[in-house]
């Protein structure tokens, strides 16, 4: 009896999970998000400088099945660049919009906000047609736990013309600066810059430590700082002000 309730348990999780999904990829369509990988072969230089070497940019279903591709252009980069370290970088991205997508990233989380709105949506409609059948004294315009689900329903909606707006913003800015280069350390956002160089400088000179992001326009760029890398200048005004 507990194995049956504990495999019971496990098939919903099983069937929430695949809804959630089916959720996430109608707000994707509605959105007309289109997933392409940006994928660039590189090498570094020692002054942290990256060549690259060469580019595929393919839609996102495809990178699966040209995994093969993807393998033999790296073996042959590695045997023609023996000495030196082959890496291969694979940035998502909106074809639509040029945007990034991924985890934390704008369009996802409008996505994610546009797909809760779907899913509260259908609970409230099962809620209603089960007790419709089931209740003879439902009254929908005063149950209460349909007002409580109403009202979420209601912010979700806010929460989710909030990001819209915000992304809107985003997309016309991208489009007028796809030169520009926004640097970040973690989620926190240091700043946008002309150029590759004039981030980094900036990002050696800020004296915040943890995982650095560089994106722009299919260009992606990450490392990390350790406290004792930070620049001896800083340590020493931060030793004063001690």
């Known amino acids: 009896m507990a194995q049956e309730l504990r495999s019971n348990r496990q098939s919903r999780v099983i069937d929430d999970r695949m809804q959630d999904a089916k959720d996430l990829a109608?707000?994707?369509k509605e959105l007309r998000i289109e997933h392409w990988v940006y994928i660039t072969f590189e090498i570094r230089h020692e002054d942290g400088n990256r060549e690259v070497l060469h580019k595929?940019?393919?839609?996102?279903?495809?990178?699966?099945?040209w995994r093969w591709l993807i393998e033999?252009?790296?073996a042959k980069l590695v045997?023609?660049?023996?000495r030196r370290k082959v890496t291969v970088y694979h940035c998502a991205y909106d074809k639509r919009t040029g945007l990034q997508t991924g985890f934390n990233f704008l369009l996802s989380k409008v996505a994610s906000a546009k797909a809760q709105i779907t899913k509260v949506e259908r609970k409230i409609a099962e809620y209603i047609h089960y007790m419709t059948h089931n209740d003879?004294?439902?009254?929908?315009?005063t149950d209460e736990q349909l007002l409580k689900a109403n009202a979420k329903l209601e912010q979700k909606k806010i929460n989710y013309?909030?990001?819209?707006?915000?992304?809107?913003?985003?997309v016309e800015k991208h489009k007028n600066n796809k030169d520009m280069y926004k640097l970040f350390v973690g989620f926190k956002k240091l700043g946008e810059?002309?150029?590759i160089s004039e981030a980094k400088q900036f990002a050696d000179r800020c004296g915040e430590t943890g995982v650095f992001n560089l994106i722009g326009h299919l260009y992606k760029d990450s490392w990390y700082v350790f406290e004792h890398l930070k620049p001896k200048e800083d340590k020493?005004?931060?030793s004063n002000a001690d």
């Open 72 to 74: 033999w252009r790296r």
């Open 161 to 170: 013309n909030e990001v819209y707006a915000i992304l809107q913003a985003e």
């Open 26 to 28: 109608k707000a994707e």
């Open 136 to 141: 003879l004294f439902f009254n929908p315009e």
């Open 56 to 65: 595929i940019d393919i839609p996102r279903d495809m990178v699966d099945r």
């Open 236 to 238: 020493e005004n931060n």
């Open 193 to 195: 810059f002309k150029s």
């Open 79 to 82: 045997c023609k660049y023996p």
